[in-house]
């Protein structure tokens, strides 16, 4: 079995539990929104990711505060937070993004397996400000219905692919942003040449593209910025350096390999 599969029977379980509870679908504290750093950005804007674990690496930073790292993250000059609030897989919890929401004043992304609005009301509930919608997890029907549910939470949807058929699939919800994951969730490899193949689909220039996952230097986001990508979605790069000005100025340099030489 895939691990999307695995990761989706496991979030079917967490949806009956989350049904049998009240949501309050607002939150007090008004953020600025994504698109609009994106807008008034002229750098690589950098979704930064908080990730103690995944399935692909197993254990990656069990011991972060996570309220620490997004500060650090804010100060460095992240644009946005994304926070993995998948337990099982990912060692995450809603606990985290509320924890975060309280610290820091950037958008918030709950990086998060969506199947269901409840869930949505949830992430809104505890101050996130972007939800994930992943195409492969989705039906069409579903993903339509998610996305129209979180724009009237009034929230922004990073909508999420991984090959020409989703991208297609969610071309027909002209998205205003799009994520571009260059991890094959079968295979784990990361491979920067998907965001440079499936970049090339989106024809509307004001479209956010966002090259997510196996970004670890200048040239990856070199790569992804002459793609078109106006941002990175950063998890294990970020948790794993001991020095996050630098690796933030590298990233945010994006040069070819042979210009440093
Ligand atoms: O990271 C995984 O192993 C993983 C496995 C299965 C589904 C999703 C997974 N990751 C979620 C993400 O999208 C990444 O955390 C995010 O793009 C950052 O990736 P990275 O910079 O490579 O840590």
């Given at each position: 079995?895939?691990?999307?599969?695995?990761?989706?029977?496991?979030?079917?379980?967490?949806?009956?539990?989350?049904?049998?509870?009240?949501?309050?679908?607002?939150?007090?504290?008004?953020?600025?929104?994504?698109?609009?750093?994106?807008?008034?950005?002229?750098?690589?804007?950098?979704?930064?990711?908080?990730?103690?674990?995944?399935?692909?690496?197993?254990?990656?930073?069990?011991?972060?505060?996570?309220?620490?790292?997004?500060?650090?993250?804010?100060?460095?000059?992240?644009?946005?937070?994304?926070?993995?609030?998948?337990?099982?897989?990912?060692?995450?919890?809603?606990?985290?993004?509320?924890?975060?929401?309280?610290?820091v004043d950037l958008p918030i992304l709950c990086k998060d397996f969506i199947i269901d609005s409840v869930q949505i009301d949830q992430a809104k509930e505890a101050g996130a400000n972007i939800i994930l919608l992943i195409a492969a997890a989705l039906t069409d029907e579903q993903l339509q219905q998610l996305y129209q549910y979180a724009c009237e939470l009034d929230l922004e949807v990073l909508c999420e692919v991984h090959n020409e058929e989703e991208m297609h699939r969610v071309l027909l919800l002209e998205p205003e942003i799009i994520g571009i994951n260059n991890r094959n969730l079968n295979t784990f490899e990361v491979d920067i040449k998907t965001t440079e193949k499936l970049a090339a689909m989106v024809s509307n220039p004001s479209t956010v593209l966002v090259s997510e996952s196996g970004i670890r230097t200048g040239e990856d986001v070199y790569r992804a910025k002459e793609s078109g990508a106006r941002a990175i979605l950063v998890g294990e790069t970020l948790m794993r350096s001991d020095n996050l000005v630098d690796t933030f100025r590298e990233l945010q340099l994006a040069v070819k390999e042979e210009e440093v030489r």
């Amino acid at each position: 079995m895939s691990i999307l599969k695995k990761i989706i029977l496991e979030k079917e379980k967490e949806v009956v539990e989350l049904k049998k509870r009240e949501f309050n679908k607002t939150h007090p504290k008004a953020i600025s929104s994504f698109q609009q750093t994106v807008e008034n950005s002229n750098n690589m804007n950098i979704i930064s990711e908080i990730k103690r674990a995944s399935p692909s690496k197993g254990e990656i930073r069990m011991d972060v505060d996570p309220v620490e790292q997004a500060k650090q993250y804010e100060a460095a000059g992240a644009s946005a937070i994304s926070v993995l609030t998948d337990r099982s897989f990912f060692n995450g919890s809603m606990d985290d993004l509320r924890a975060v929401r309280e610290a820091v004043d950037l958008p918030i992304l709950c990086k998060d397996f969506i199947i269901d609005s409840v869930q949505i009301d949830q992430a809104k509930e505890a101050g996130a400000n972007i939800i994930l919608l992943i195409a492969a997890a989705l039906t069409d029907e579903q993903l339509q219905q998610l996305y129209q549910y979180a724009c009237e939470l009034d929230l922004e949807v990073l909508c999420e692919v991984h090959n020409e058929e989703e991208m297609h699939r969610v071309l027909l919800l002209e998205p205003e942003i799009i994520g571009i994951n260059n991890r094959n969730l079968n295979t784990f490899e990361v491979d920067i040449k998907t965001t440079e193949k499936l970049a090339a689909m989106v024809s509307n220039p004001s479209t956010v593209l966002v090259s997510e996952s196996g970004i670890r230097t200048g040239e990856d986001v070199y790569r992804a910025k002459e793609s078109g990508a106006r941002a990175i979605l950063v998890g294990e790069t970020l948790m794993r350096s001991d020095n996050l000005v630098d690796t933030f100025r590298e990233l945010q340099l994006a040069v070819k390999e042979e210009e440093v030489r």
